[in-house]
């Protein structure tokens, strides 16, 4: 089978892997440009079109795939099948209709839940306690295509966005490698989803992360496992930021006003702060143009922490 293998980050490397490792013909690799990063703003190459290279796979850097130019130069690798893994495009109808097997998109939730560009977030915002990851045949509207297999793991309370997302990564690979025989085969009915239970994950920002200390502790909880690694969840502290890197929702209530830092006197969450409901107990922070450091060490460090009102 001829393969088109469109995807940029980490969560897309274990599939692109899989497919060669089961000796797919892979015989392009479409991925985002080269972007800056970095302090000294480098371009630098999606983790997929790293991996590619080291495959000796042909990469192709597209900006764009809308045109005539583009669903020529795609129908001219005669491919049997696009694998499509968080590629962050949409495929314009001119390139869905090109392969005989379709475009297949391994998408991170259990669609219908969590549609969009941010599904594994939105699970850990939702308070799932499974996720998983879905084989859809890809059609005009966002995520809407036919469902071709599912499956699904729980969501551990520890989780982050970014230990969930290797854990999907994984399974999207086996879920991948197992799917693709029996479609081509004719053995799999695509079942339809159903859009009344659909629910959509909304894009984020760098805003994002900012912090309502109004909200319930165990939604900020939340809120740091969901933006970890990025953007971070973050409050602002003597006119700098303040990043919270790990915390634990408290059932505790005080009389203090929401945002206050109150000691605690327990281990890894010596200190806390006050919320709309609970108490977050903080256990790892960052302060802007500092190292990451426990709590405990910035409480020593920063001594009029206690008692400070964080903004909401």
Same mark, same amino acid.
């Given at each position: 089978?001829?393969?088109?293998?469109?995807?940029?980050?980490?969560?897309? +490397?274990?599939? #692109?892997?899989?497919?060669?490792?089961e000796r797919y013909e892979v015989v392009?690799?479409?991925?985002?440009?080269?972007?800056?990063?970095?302090?000294?703003? $480098?371009?630098?190459?999606?983790?997929?079109?790293?991996?590619? #290279?080291?495959?000796?796979?042909?990469?192709?850097?597209?900006?764009?795939? @809308?045109?005539?130019? /583009? !669903? =020529?130069?795609? !129908?001219?690798?005669?491919?049997?099948?696009?694998?499509? !893994?968080?590629?962050? @495009?949409?495929?314009?109808?001119?390139?869905?209709?090109?392969?005989?097997?379709?475009?297949?998109?391994?998408?991170?939730?259990?669609?219908?839940?969590?549609?969009? !560009?941010?599904?594994?977030?939105?699970?850990?915002?939702?308070?799932?306690? &499974?996720?998983?990851?879905?084989?859809?045949?890809?059609?005009?509207?966002?995520?809407?295509?036919?469902?071709? /297999?599912?499956?699904?793991?729980?969501?551990?309370?520890?989780?982050?966005?970014?230990?969930?997302?290797?854990?999907?990564?994984?399974?999207? $690979?086996?879920?991948?490698?197992?799917?693709?025989?029996?479609?081509?085969?004719?053995?799999?009915?695509?079942?339809?989803?159903?859009?009344?239970?659909?629910?959509?994950?909304?894009?984020?920002?760098?805003?994002?992360?900012?912090?309502?200390?109004? #909200?319930?502790?165990?939604?900020?909880?939340?809120? +740091?496992?969901?933006?970890?690694?990025?953007?971070?969840?973050?409050?602002?502290?003597?006119? @700098?930021?303040? @990043?919270?890197?790990? /915390?634990?929702?408290?059932?505790?209530?005080?009389?203090?006003?929401?945002?206050?830092?109150?000691?605690?006197?327990?281990?890894?969450?010596?200190?806390?702060? /006050?919320?709309?409901?609970?108490?977050?107990? #903080?256990?790892?922070?960052?302060?802007?143009?500092?190292?990451?450091?426990?709590? =405990?060490? &910035? +409480?020593?460090?920063?001594?009029? &922490?206690?008692?400070?009102?964080?903004?909401?």
């Amino acid at each position: 089978m001829r393969v088109v293998f469109m995807g940029s980050p980490d969560f897309a +490397v274990p599939s #692109l892997e899989a497919l060669v490792r089961e000796r797919y013909e892979v015989v392009a690799v479409y991925t985002q440009p080269d972007r800056p990063a970095g302090r000294g703003l $480098a371009l630098t190459p999606s983790p997929v079109k790293r991996v590619a #290279l080291s495959l000796g796979l042909s990469v192709r850097g597209l900006v764009t795939l @809308k045109g005539e130019a /583009a !669903a =020529a130069a795609l !129908a001219g690798l005669l491919p049997d099948v696009v694998v499509v !893994a968080a590629y962050a @495009k949409m495929l314009p109808e001119t390139i869905l209709c090109i392969p005989k097997y379709g475009c297949l998109n391994t998408h991170p939730s259990l669609l219908p839940k969590h549609r969009g !560009a941010s599904p594994i977030p939105a699970a850990i915002l939702a308070g799932d306690e &499974f996720t998983g990851v879905s084989i859809m045949l890809m059609e005009k509207g966002l995520d809407t295509g036919p469902v071709l /297999a599912r499956t699904q793991i729980p969501i551990a309370g520890d989780d982050t966005t970014g230990s969930l997302t290797l854990k999907l990564s994984l399974v999207a $690979a086996r879920l991948l490698t197992d799917t693709l025989p029996g479609w081509v085969r004719g053995e799999i009915t695509p079942r339809l989803q159903t859009d009344e239970e659909a629910t959509y994950s909304a894009t984020i920002t760098r805003e994002s992360g900012e912090i309502d200390w109004s #909200l319930a502790a165990l939604n900020i909880y939340r809120t +740091v496992r969901a933006y970890n690694p990025w953007p971070t969840a973050y409050t602002r502290w003597r006119g @700098k930021e303040l @990043k919270v890197l790990s /915390a634990v929702p408290l059932p505790e209530s005080g009389n203090c006003d929401v945002g206050t830092v109150i000691a605690l006197g327990i281990g890894s969450t010596p200190v806390g702060v /006050a919320t709309g409901n609970g108490i977050l107990g #903080l256990s790892e922070v960052q302060l802007e143009g500092k190292r990451r450091v426990s709590a =405990a060490e &910035f +409480v020593r460090g920063q001594r009029d &922490f206690i008692g400070s009102v964080l903004p909401s």
